[in-house]
Structures are given as C-alpha cells and as structure tokens.
C-alpha cells in the first residue's frame, strides 16, 4: 500500500529519479517523441532552464520521486508567450494513484497566477490514459496531425489538447516568472 504522497517544487539535484522515470517512456513507448534518452548533464540543465521561467513539480512516497510535471515553451515565436505546454510523467508502477493529476491540479493553478492565458498538451494519439487525465482537467482536443511522429518501428499520430486559464485581455499582462511567485503561495498550492 502506498503511504503518504508530497509534492514539492523539483530541485536541479532531483534530476537522476527524474530521469529515471523519464527513461522507460524514451526507450520503449510513444508517449514521448523523444527517441534518445537525454544524458544526465542535459537532463539537469532542462530542469534549471525550466525553474527559471516555469514550475516544476514533484511526487514523492515510497522514499523516492513518483511523478513529475513541469511546464515548457509550447512554441518559439513570441505571439504564443501566454501559452505554455504541459508534460507530466508518473514512475512505472505508480499509475492509478491521483499523482498525474494532483501534479496537474498543481501546476495548472501556478500558471494561471503567473498570468498565462492557455495551457497545451502535445500527446501520441492515441494516448487514453493521457487523453482521460486531460478530459479530467478539461482540455479540449483541437487537432490531430496524421503520420508526423516516427517512433518505436512505426508512425504515430499527434494530438494538441488546449484548456484556457484567463480571459485573455488586450494587451495580456507580461507572465510572471516561476521564481517570483510568493513561496507561501507556492507551498500553499502544492499542499493537497
């Protein structure tokens, strides 16, 4: 039986049990498009670049992390500044357990106090845990690109689910990086 479950804002030094979770959807599934595991140097300098503009949270019990969730650019350009993609993946063995969506629940309301105004998910599709988790919190599927990811022997079609968090105002406000926000606020939200 799984004990007590915290969640806490993820440190650089986090990055090998993330990592570690991280792993296995790399090499043997399509739920990530990435194809080559990311080395630990690479891995510890995503979650330090992330910290710096975006929350990155995780669950531990059991003595080790469970599951993690962050926020990321969801395109380059500057017109989409107000809309973040999300990604949260839980350690194999522990799905079922509400970590994905108080990971979810979490980060969804440190985002709409930064100021952002939409949140994205870019799935494999068919992904039905990740499309029930998203339906929960929700999104919308928007839009579904046929054939555009090649993965495991095979190609896969790739689905964008979008959920408002503002009501958009003209001109939005510039967000407000992760870093800033209140750690009363932040330890408030992430205490379930």
Same mark, same amino acid.
């Given at each position: 039986?799984?004990?007590?479950?915290?969640?806490?804002?993820?440190?650089?030094?986090?990055?090998?049990?993330?990592?570690?979770?991280?792993?296995?959807?790399?090499?043997?599934?399509?739920?990530?498009?990435?194809?080559?595991?990311?080395?630990?140097? &690479?891995?510890?300098?995503?979650?330090?670049?992330?910290? &710096?503009?975006?929350?990155?949270?995780?669950? &531990?019990?059991?003595?080790?992390?469970?599951?993690?969730?962050?926020?990321?650019?969801?395109?380059?350009?500057?017109?989409?500044?107000?809309?973040?993609?999300?990604?949260?993946?839980?350690?194999?063995?522990?799905?079922?357990?509400?970590?994905?969506?108080?990971?979810?629940?979490?980060?969804?309301?440190?985002?709409?106090?930064?100021?952002?105004?939409?949140?994205?998910?870019?799935?494999?599709?068919?992904?039905?845990?990740?499309?029930?988790?998203?339906?929960?919190?929700?999104?919308?599927?928007?839009?579904?690109?046929?054939?555009?990811?090649?993965?495991?022997?095979?190609?896969?079609?790739?689905?964008?689910?979008?959920?408002?968090?503002?009501?958009?105002?003209?001109?939005?406000?510039?967000?407000?990086?992760?870093?800033?926000?209140?750690?009363?606020?932040?330890?408030?939200?992430?205490?379930?």
């Amino acid at each position: 039986m799984l004990g007590i479950i915290t969640y806490r804002v993820a440190s650089p030094s986090d990055f090998e049990e993330i990592l570690d979770i991280y792993r296995p959807y790399v090499e043997s599934t399509t739920v990530t498009f990435e194809v080559r595991v990311p080395t630990p140097e &690479e891995f510890r300098c995503r979650v330090e670049r992330t910290l &710096e503009k975006y929350p990155y949270l995780v669950a &531990e019990g059991d003595g080790k992390i469970l599951g993690y969730a962050y926020a990321s650019p969801y395109r380059s350009r500057e017109g989409f500044h107000w809309t973040p993609e999300l990604s949260v993946y839980v350690r194999r063995g522990y799905h079922g357990n509400g970590i994905g969506s108080h990971l979810y629940a979490a980060l969804l309301d440190l985002l709409r106090l930064q100021g952002y105004q939409n949140v994205c998910s870019v799935l494999s599709y068919p992904n039905p845990e990740s499309e029930k988790l998203h339906n929960r919190f929700a999104f919308r599927l928007i839009g579904v690109q046929k054939k555009c990811d090649f993965k495991c022997g095979r190609w896969c079609d790739v689905a964008i689910f979008q959920r408002p968090l503002g009501d958009h105002p003209t001109p939005p406000p510039t967000p407000i990086p992760f870093p800033q926000l209140p750690k009363e606020t932040v330890d408030r939200i992430l205490k379930f």
